[in-house]
């Protein structure tokens, strides 16, 4: 990734901060608490950037998985 060395410091520190959360979030599968913990910040503290930075923990959410098999016939 290139930066462009013209970014002011808070710009840059939103693109490393938002660079990072995505990351997190898409290793854990959105689970915010998870990924607070990876992150080393408190949930409430990465609460706030993802609502200040427009990102959504709903679009790193995995699907559940439903088995194709029905437990009830494997007993």
Do not use: W
């Not at 915010?32 to 990465?46: C, E, I, N, P, Q």
């Amino acid at each position: 990734m290139k930066i462009n060395a013209n970014l002011s410091l808070p710009t840059a520190i939103n693109i490393l901060e938002r660079l990072c959360i995505e990351y997190a979030l898409s290793q854990y599968g959105g689970v915010v608490s998870d990924a607070a913990k990876f992150l080393d910040v408190r949930r409430s503290t990465l609460h706030e950037k993802i609502r200040r930075l427009g990102i959504s923990a709903n679009d790193y959410r995995r699907k559940s998985y439903a088995c194709p098999v029905d437990q009830a016939a494997i007993t």
